[in-house]
């Protein structure tokens, strides 16, 4: 009995996945919920952080399209680097999301601090006011159909207001991950900007899983 301990913990653990998924798959009256793949964010700013902006942003907008308990979701973090989700040509979409109705592409497009007062080039952060300046480019594309199908293309902008301080915030210390980085400046424009997207991205599914 010993020796078949091992297999018959596998086997209940297994069967545990399996009823987790179902369980999170599908509504409690048995409706399915779109299955949906959000791929990693592309940044194309050049804004430095000690961390990536683009695991930042996909985590969070992950974590709150689930979180709604609506659409089962599948973070998928990999497609063919020579294609161009944004392109024209999404037909390499069907294959490459085989086992998913809906694909999410994100691209981060703008990340910048810029004085809150208009005309000032150079400045220092410690002596004036700033806006953090964000824009996210987004395409939801519906691929239950033969063909894929763009349902949603759009350009999400938020401008978060930064008042001139003494001490700037160090983010190489409460930067993402940390327990203090949530009430940081950036931690709030983020959160932020991620939930407006995330709200972005479940509506039109949700409606165009109800066409």
């Known amino acids: 009995m010993p020796a078949l301990m091992p297999l018959i913990i596998g086997m ?3 069967s545990c996945n399996r009823c987790c998924e179902e369980t999170t798959r599908f ?8 299955v949906v793949a959000i791929t990693s964010m592309i ?10 902006l683009s695991e930042e942003f996909t985590s969070i907008i992950v974590n709150q399209v689930a979180a709604s308990g609506e659409i089962y979701v599948q973070a998928h973090e990999e497609f063919p680097s020579n294609e161009n989700p944004f392109n024209a040509d999404i037909s390499w979409m069907k294959k490459e999301f085989s086992s998913q ?3 999410v592409f994100l691209e981060l497009v703008e990340h910048d601090n810029v004085p809150a007062t208009k005309g ?14 964000m824009a996210v480019r987004i395409r939801v594309v519906d ?9 949603l293309q759009e350009m999400v902008r938020d401008s978060y207001f930064i008042p001139k301080t003494i001490l ?3 983010y190489s210390n409460t930067g993402w991950g940390t327990s203090e980085y949530r009430k940081t400046p950036m931690g709030i424009a983020h959160s932020q900007l991620a939930q407006e997207i995330a709200n972005r991205i479940s509506d039109y599914i ?3 899983k109800s066409r």
Do not use: M
């Open 12 to 14: 209940f653990a297994v």
């Open 27 to 34: 509504h409690d009256d048995g409706r399915a919920k779109p």
């Open 43 to 52: 940044d194309t700013t050049s804004f430095d952080a000690p961390w990536s």
């Open 101 to 103: 109705e809906f694909a």
């Open 120 to 133: 000032k080039k150079n400045f220092n952060p410690y002596e004036v006011s700033t806006n953090l300046e």
């Open 143 to 151: 691929l239950r159909g033969s063909h894929p199908k763009i349902v």
């Open 168 to 170: 700037l915030t160090d």
């Open 206 to 208: 949700l409606l165009a």
